[in-house]
């Protein structure tokens, strides 16, 4: 009989001599999906960020711009509109943008990004930020915002490979390069447009119309991919959640395109104000509620992400930051969130490929490692 005292059994040649069972050769302790948030940034402040974008893209955006002039006697709701409009904005512009140089010094450390995307990113990013900072003292005018939607797209277009390869950042990547692509459209767009108005070239005009069509289509192409993306890790609860944000947005759609009738109740009326200070010109080839409808699902969408789990990862708002920046990244607001998704997904790619790496290497040195006996 053994008691508690007695000295543990020798154990067998080559067997180790710890007594919890070790994990299976090769594999990491933690999966690569299970440490997809596990980046060099504090998750709870990027959250706070992503949380202050969806605020200030809604006040600075939509109701801000759309309250005054909505009816009489509501001095005092335009008061707080302005107030709430003006702080959210401006906490949004100056904890991004120092986020924003957080990840832009984060990625230089980063050895497993690529060196042209480190060596890209970073003076490019550094540009955007100081645009936007430019923005916050007095509105940009129409070549800076141009310029800056080009750099923003450019991070973007560099970030594609690393932010691609890797599986738990690939369904978000591609949506932020269709993201990028279609704001890229848009602004197109609206230079062939303001060329046409200048010249009087009708056909110009057709052609920038075209042009925002298009955008528009991959606008929607990544929209739908973050809803899927969102639905697939609870596909049930995430349906029934989709049907109730397309309801709502069909609401607020109807509501905006009746908000210009006579009579009209203030909430309508607010609801076209908004939606009319969101959607750009020149208009593509749809019918307007349908450029209402992926305009607001685009908002819901990004609080849907902001409150999906798991709550440590940076990925869902990485999402967030995507389907906010959707078509204005000539907008400051707009400019910073597209940034800062892409930063934030890169960062995370390299980290995952850092793991994956550190697997394989741990595989390959078992698997050559002759058995003791």
Not at 139 to 148: D, E, G, W
Not at 251 to 256: E, F, N, V
Not at 318 to 344: E, I, K, M, Q, Y
Request: proline share 6%.
């Amino acid at each position: 009989m053994s008691h508690a005292l007695d000295p543990p059994p020798p154990s067998p040649p080559g067997a180790s001599s710890t007594e919890e069972p070790s994990a299976p050769a090769g594999a990491p302790s933690e999966s690569a999906e299970s440490r997809e948030g596990d980046i060099d940034t504090d998750v709870a402040l990027v959250r706070a960020v992503t949380g202050l974008a969806i605020v200030a893209t809604i006040l600075g955006r939509a109701l801000g711009p759309a309250v005054p002039g909505s009816a009489a006697g509501i001095e005092r709701l335009i008061w707080v509109s302005d107030n709430l409009t003006g702080l959210f904005t401006q906490a949004f512009v100056f904890a991004g943008t120092a986020l924003a140089v957080w990840l832009l010094i984060a990625t230089l450390r980063q050895r497993e990004l690529p060196l042209a995307y480190r060596f890209t990113v970073v003076p490019v990013g550094a540009a955007v930020v100081t645009l936007i900072m430019m923005s916050a003292r007095e509105a940009l005018s129409y070549s800076p915002t141009v310029f800056m939607a080009v750099l923003t797209n450019l991070i973007v277009m560099a970030s594609t490979f690393p932010v691609l390869r890797i599986r738990a950042t690939r369904a978000v990547g591609l949506a932020l390069t269709l993201a990028s692509l279609s704001s890229l459209a848009y602004v197109a767009s609206r230079v062939l447009a303001l060329r046409a108005s200048q010249d009087a070239i009708p056909s110009m005009f057709a052609a920038a119309r075209w042009v925002a069509t298009g955008g528009l289509g991959m606008d929607v192409v990544s929209l739908l991919i973050v809803g899927a993306w969102l639905m697939l890790r609870d596909w049930k609860r995430g349906l029934v959640i989709a049907t109730i944000l397309a309801l709502a947005a069909a609401t607020i759609s109807w509501a905006a395109a009746h908000g210009s009738m006579d009579g009209a109740p203030l909430w309508q009326v607010i609801a076209a104000r908004s939606l009319g200070e969101i959607v750009r010109n020149p208009a593509p080839f749809v019918v307007t509620e349908l450029r209402y409808f992926v305009h607001v699902m685009g908002l819901l969408v990004a609080v849907a992400a902001f409150v999906a789990k798991p709550a440590r990862s940076v990925i869902p708002c990485a999402a967030a930051f995507v389907v906010l920046a959707r078509a204005s990244a000539d907008v400051p607001l707009g400019a910073l969130s597209l940034t800062l998704a892409t930063l934030l997904l890169a960062m995370v790619a390299g980290s995952l490929a850092k793991i994956q790496e550190e697997a394989a290497r741990t595989a390959e040195e078992v698997s050559v490692t002759p058995a003791k006996i």
